[in-house]
């Protein structure tokens, strides 16, 4: 399994930036993938989700309509597309994949939101 995400850097407050993740390596059809994400000495923390099968959505209160979840089956690729950015949301993003039972982490791309 090999999860590889793209598309963080610098952005200023209220601009915009989409994360992409690439996903190889399992069945992208039957998976649910997420988004984490992380600041130095916190938890990791729940971004948003989607239902690779049913395209239903989920995401963290502090993102609610600001940030889109959606997929593109046909590249196995996931995409967060991040609006009204704020610099509380300056954290490495994680890609995640949930199949069959087992977790499935990217490497990570820096988001930096800063003026």
């Known amino acids: 399994v090999q999860l590889v995400e793209s598309g963080g850097g610098l952005v200023q407050p209220g601009g915009s930036l989409r994360l992409s993740c690439a996903a190889s390596?399992?069945?992208?059809?039957?998976?649910?993938m997420s988004w984490y994400r992380q600041t130095p000495g916190k938890e990791r923390e729940f971004v948003a989700a989607?239902?690779?099968?049913?395209?239903?959505?989920n995401f963290a209160d502090s993102v609610k309509g600001r940030f889109t979840i959606f997929r593109d089956n046909a590249k196995n690729t996931v995409y967060l597309q991040m609006n009204s950015l704020k610099p509380e949301d300056t954290a490495v993003y994680y890609c995640?994949?949930?199949?069959?039972?087992?977790?499935?982490w990217g490497q990570g791309t820096q988001v930096t939101v800063s003026s």
């Open positions: 995640n994949a949930l199949w069959i039972a087992k977790n499935y």
């Open positions: 989607i239902s690779i099968v049913s395209g239903r959505t």
């Open positions: 390596g399992f069945t992208f059809g039957s998976s649910v």
